[in-house]
C-alpha cells in the first residue's frame, strides 16, 4: 500500500522546482485552481481534466437510520452531495504500471 502524502506544499514545491515562477505566484495559481473547482463543483458541474480524471458532485441517498459507531446512538441522515473523482485513462494506465508489494 501507497502511504506517502503529498500535501498542497509538495505541489507548489514540485512545480516551483520545475519551471521559471516565482513560488508566490504558483501558491495563487494552486490556490486559484482549488477554489475555482470548489466552485464549479458547488453548482454542480462536473470538472474534467482529459487524460487525467473528472471531479463531480454525487447525489448520497439519505437514510432513516445510521448509528453512530463511537457512541452507538441512532439517527437519520438526509440525502445530501459528495465530491467525486473518476480516472481518466492516462492516469489508470499509470497506475497500472505501479509495482505491487506482496505482505
Request: positive net charge; glycine residues 6%.
Amino acid at each position: 500500500m501507497l502511504s506517502k502524502k503529498v500535501t498542497k506544499y509538495d505541489l507548489v514545491e514540485a512545480v516551483y522546482q520545475n519551471s521559471k515562477y516565482e513560488k508566490g505566484q504558483i501558491k495563487e495559481i494552486v490556490e486559484a485552481f482549488m477554489d475555482e473547482l470548489k466552485k464549479s463543483m458547488s453548482k454542480g458541474c462536473a470538472i474534467e481534466l482529459r487524460g487525467f480524471g473528472t471531479f463531480e458532485a454525487r447525489l448520497r441517498k439519505g437514510r432513516t437510520v445510521v448509528r453512530n459507531p463511537k457512541t452507538g446512538q441512532t439517527s437519520s441522515m438526509r440525502a445530501h452531495y459528495v465530491a467525486a473523482f473518476r480516472s481518466g485513462q492516462e492516469l489508470k494506465k499509470a497506475l497500472s504500471e505501479l509495482p505491487v508489494q506482496e505482505n
